[in-house]
Every structure is written in C-alpha cells, then in structure tokens.
C-alpha cells in the first residue's frame, strides 16, 4: 500500500528543492550573466550537488525557461478554450499580445532583458516555443473534423508561431502582430476558394 504522506513529503521537497534550484540560478544570472554562471556555482548556492541541479531542469538553459509546461498548456487552451465566435486567429493575436504584455512585468521583464543579451538563450528559447508546433496543429485538426492535418494547417500554425516570435522584439507589438494575420488569414482565404471553406471560416 502507498503511503500518502509520504509520497506528498518527497512531492513537496522536490518542489521545495526545484525552487531553491531557480532562485539560485535567476539570483546569478541577473547579476552577472548567463554565461559566467556555471551549474557548479548555481549548485552551491542552492545547497545541492549538480547532478540534482540536472535532475531538475536538463539543460543550463532551462533553469531561465523553467515556465514552458505552462507556457505549453495557456497556447492551446488560448485556441481550444476560446470563446463562441471568435476566429483561431483572433485568440492567438489576443493570447500573444497578453503574452508579451507579461513579459514586460517583474520579474519577466529583467529576464527579457537577460535572454536580448544572450544569444544561446534567443536561440533555445525560440526552439522551445516552436516545440509547440505539433500541440497546435493537432488542435486545430481535431476541431475541424480531419483524421489528418492538411498541408494548410501545418504552414498556418508554423508561421503563426513565427508571429510571435517577431512581434515579441517589437516594441510595439501589436502592429506587427496584426500584420503577420492579416497575411496569414488572406492565405485562408484562398485556401476557402480551392475547397477548404470549413477550415478558412473557423481560422479568419
């Protein structure tokens, strides 16, 4: 038989440690930037050993995206959850400008400023949300009935996806938001004219 307690004791230390892990590393990191840290330094000062630090979080850069699970969870809820009437397009350009909106907060904002002066970090970062990518078009092809995704549907979440990755270095990124879906929802359009119109309609 389980045990409980127990099994809620070592749950609550590893989140404990898991905490201590990033404060650690986000303490470092702000004060002298990502790349003179070393795990070594960031273990020490959380009072674990580096394996644990790997055990936690695979990657060095990891412990700066700690947030991607959710990250992960609010893109697709922002397309599966939207309300009635309102387009895929619509609910990402609202999700991304909420999005990007956050990052401009503390402490997000400081690490914002951390990841424009770290090129390892912009390069794991946009991989990361990219990652994405077969979460949204499996949404979008369950909505719309398919047993596979079109060709349309793959392009439409690629470069959707791409959308926020500009506007996030905009500094204003509403304009280019709107303008990465506006091209994207004339090339719906078209894609309605040759025979996709269910699609077209519920993306536009």
Not at 29 to 54: H, M, N
Not at 101 to 124: G, N, V
Not at 144 to 172: C, K
Request: glycine share 4%; proline share 4%; aromatic share 8%.
């Amino acid at each position: 038989m389980v045990d409980a307690a127990a099994v809620g004791r070592r749950e609550r230390k590893k989140a404990a440690t898991r905490a201590a892990i990033l404060e650690a590393a986000t303490t470092l990191f702000l004060a002298r930037g990502f790349d003179a840290v070393t795990v070594r330094e960031i273990a020490d000062k959380a009072d674990v050993s580096p394996k644990t630090v790997f055990t936690h979080f695979p990657h060095k850069e990891a412990l700066v995206f700690s947030d991607e699970d959710e990250r992960h969870e609010r893109l697709v809820a922002a397309v599966s959850g939207r309300p009635a009437g309102t387009t895929i397009s619509d609910a990402l350009k609202a999700h991304y400008l909420a999005e990007i909106a956050a990052l401009h907060t503390e402490p997000q904002r400081q690490i914002l400023a951390l990841m424009e002066d770290t090129p390892a970090l912009i390069d794991y970062a946009e991989k990361m949300w990219l990652r994405h990518e077969d979460a949204l078009v499996a949404t979008i092809t369950e909505e719309f009935g398919l047993a596979e995704p079109s060709d349309e549907i793959r392009f439409y979440v690629r470069f959707a996806l791409h959308v926020q990755l500009i506007a996030t270095r905009e500094a204003d990124p509403e304009p280019a938001v709107d303008a990465g879906f506006r091209l994207l929802d004339k090339g719906w359009a078209r894609y309605g004219e040759t025979g996709g119109q269910s699609a077209a309609a519920k993306v536009r």
